[in-house]
């Protein structure tokens, strides 16, 4: 199956009764802002790495968030004066581990963490973007976009599905977890359904790596032509 549209999820099962809306231009470059987004072990990433070589500019949301706390960085700073010096390694780096038992633990530590990094990624997020050539497709990858209730801000939302079976397979063939740790980290995230509700293309990754790309070609086609 190539990419399906809101409204057909993979298989052929009914999805939303809406009508997809249509892509609007950047008013700034003649552009298209497009949110990507699945669950955990969906196939995002080779996604993203599919819509890079294709000529899609790229913004990785995750590379961003280390990016901005990176040694040396204001955003290092901040992050060191909420939460104290225990947070960096002897090398003067974050270390994510401590940083992860202290906000993992207490929600509103979370929220100082998220208050200091989330802007720093917005913003270098709106330079990339910025420097994007005229018409080019912009896609944002974003793990947590619909946790974060991010869907309006985008022109398109493109959602990478695969059914929880198949994300808990994975995880314990590619990265050694138990079934119970990968069902967790499932649970952790928006349901398969919340993502399809706000997709306005979707792509199943249930196939081979060679099926994956081809379903990527048309829907990158699609949003190229859709924004023409």
């Known amino acids: 199956m190539a990419g399906t549209l809101a409204g057909e999820q993979p298989g052929g099962a009914p999805g939303p009764d809406r009508t997809?809306?249509?892509?609007?231009?950047?008013?700034?470059?003649?552009g298209v802002r497009v949110g990507l987004t699945g669950g955990?072990?969906?196939?995002?990433?080779?996604?993203?790495?599919?819509?890079?070589?294709l000529g899609a500019v790229v913004i990785d949301s995750d590379v961003l968030a280390r990016e901005v706390v990176a040694r040396g960085t204001p955003g290092l700073?901040?992050?060191?004066?909420?939460?104290?010096?225990?947070?960096l390694t002897p090398e003067g780096d974050l270390d994510?581990?401590?940083?992860?038992?202290?906000?993992?633990?207490?929600?509103?530590?979370?929220?100082v963490l998220?208050?200091?990094?989330?802007?720093?990624?917005?913003?270098?997020?709106?330079?990339?973007?910025?420097?994007?050539?005229?018409?080019?497709?912009?896609v944002h990858d974003i793990p947590l976009l619909v946790e974060g209730?991010?869907?309006?801000?985008?022109?398109?939302?493109?959602?990478?599905?695969?059914?929880?079976?198949?994300?808990?397979?994975r995880m314990v063939r590619d990265r050694g977890w138990s079934a119970e740790e990968a069902r967790a980290?499932?649970?952790?995230?928006?349901?398969?359904?919340?993502?399809?509700?706000?997709?306005?293309?979707?792509?199943?990754?249930?196939g081979t790596r060679e099926q994956l790309r081809e379903r990527v070609e048309q829907v990158h086609a699609e949003l190229l032509a859709a924004a023409s």
């Open 20 to 30: 997809r809306p249509p892509l609007r231009r950047r008013w700034d470059t003649g």
């Open 40 to 53: 955990v072990a969906s196939g995002k990433s080779t996604v993203s790495a599919v819509l890079t070589e």
């Open 77 to 87: 700073e901040q992050v060191v004066a909420a939460f104290g010096a225990g947070v």
């Open 96 to 111: 994510r581990a401590a940083v992860g038992a202290i906000v993992f633990a207490d929600e509103a530590q979370r929220r």
């Open 114 to 138: 998220e208050s200091i990094v989330h802007p720093l990624v917005r913003a270098r997020s709106a330079e990339l973007e910025a420097v994007a050539g005229p018409g080019a497709l912009v």
């Open 149 to 169: 209730g991010m869907a309006p801000a985008f022109d398109a939302v493109v959602v990478v599905d695969v059914p929880p079976e198949l994300q808990v397979e």
């Open 185 to 206: 980290r499932i649970a952790a995230q928006a349901t398969r359904e919340q993502r399809l509700a706000v997709a306005t293309h979707v792509i199943d990754n249930t």
